[in-house]
């Protein structure tokens, strides 16, 4: 369960927190090893019904700790400014908890599949490259991140 913002001045709404969510490059996936430490892993995703769909290979450490202990949080960061004279960052960042899954319905892995296209490669959707992701599909698991607690931060940061 995450604990209360300590500067809560900094604490986006909801809705700016999934804008973030949404509109972020990248973000973190942790999950726990079998020691407790976290194993934490720059990841691609896309957010789909109140969720949020990674896609990786069918084995690794996060999978393995995943099929142990299912509880995961991702933590992104949509823009950020070092303000050097102010010693200060102006930021939008966000994290999210919740339990990780694989997903097993095709169809949901596909469509999963397909926003992830859409959001990375707009511009190349249904052409050659992509057709060979999408027949690749049996060799990539889907992840999803069913989100439980939600809580964006802004330091003056952009949130679009």
């Known amino acids: ?9 900094r604490k ?14 990248y973000g973190f996936l942790c999950t726990i090893n079998p020691d407790g430490t976290p194993h934490c892993v720059p990841m ?3 957010v789909m019904d109140g969720c ?30 070092i ?7 102006k930021y ?19 469509k999963a599949m397909r926003r ?4 990375y490669c707009p511009d190349h959707l249904d052409c050659p490259a992509y057709e060979r992701t999408m027949r690749g599909m049996p060799a990539v698991v889907m992840l999803r991140l069913r989100v439980d607690a939600l809580c964006g931060k802004a330091n003056r940061g952009r949130l679009d």
């Open 1 to 9: 369960m995450m604990n209360t913002l300590r500067r809560i001045d």
């Open 44 to 46: 691609c995703h896309v």
């Open 12 to 25: 986006t709404s909801d809705e700016d927190a999934w804008n973030i969510l949404e509109n972020s490059e």
């Open 116 to 119: 992830l296209n859409e959001k």
């Open 83 to 89: 303000l050097r004279a102010e010693y200060s960052v």
């Open 52 to 81: 949020i769909y990674f896609h990786c290979a069918r084995a690794g450490q996060k999978l393995d700790n995943l099929r142990r202990d299912a509880r995961a949080s991702f933590s992104c960061v949509l823009s950020s400014e």
């Open 92 to 110: 939008a960042s966000c994290m999210a908890e919740g339990m990780l899954e694989e997903v097993s319905d095709e169809g949901e892995r596909q």
